[in-house]
């Protein structure tokens, strides 16, 4: 196993749309391993949910475990959402827009569609965190960002935070 370097923005490649993965393909040494590798790398960081797009692989899936033990690990691989319903809000973060966290509405309940790393197609109906979770990574598949949610002007003050913490953390290692 190995961990991934993950894309932090505003890195233009977090921009990319995603394309569809051939369920084929799932079920190879090749894709078990990049899934064992995501989890790795999400549970070390620490965090929830880390989309492909974020480990410059731009192809349509995700891993998510939001459970307390860190024991129930998720993948959704050409997720689609079949329902929406209700809104919460949630105040987010996320591994590629490290230390900030915001305000995000999203629907409450989802019912997704995806296969899983078996290869099979499962549907759930979910609410809370792990609805926030699902649609946060989907968002990561299109291209979009939570910062996206947030004025201009607020996403240029993060914007100005990393770039001010990068320049502090590369001073630090010199
Ligand atoms: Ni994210």
Not at 119 to 139: K, N, S, T, W, Y
Request: proline share 6%; with cysteine; charged share 25%.
């Amino acid at each position: 196993m190995a961990l991934l370097p993950i894309l932090e923005f505003p890195d233009p490649r977090l921009r990319t749309k995603a394309a569809p993965v051939d369920p084929a393909q799932i079920t190879t040494p090749a894709f078990q391993t990049l899934l064992d590798d995501m989890f790795e790398t999400m549970y070390e960081a620490p965090g929830i949910g880390l989309a492909a797009s974020q480990i410059d692989v731009h192809q349509r899936f995700m891993v998510i475990d939001v459970s307390e033990e860190k024991d129930h690990p998720l993948v959704f691989v050409n997720p689609e959402i079949l329902a929406k319903s209700g809104e919460q809000v949630y105040q987010e973060g996320c591994l590629s827009v490290p230390t900030i966290f915001a305000d995000v509405t999203r629907a409450n309940e989802i019912t997704v569609q995806a296969h899983g790393r078996d290869g099979q197609r499962f549907e759930l109906h979910v609410d809370g965190l792990l609805a926030v979770c699902i649609q946060h990574e989907m968002d990561h598949l299109e291209g979009k960002l939570f910062v996206d949610y947030l004025s201009p002007l607020k996403r240029e003050m993060v914007r100005k935070k990393l770039a001010k913490q990068r320049k502090l953390q590369q001073s630090d290692a010199a």
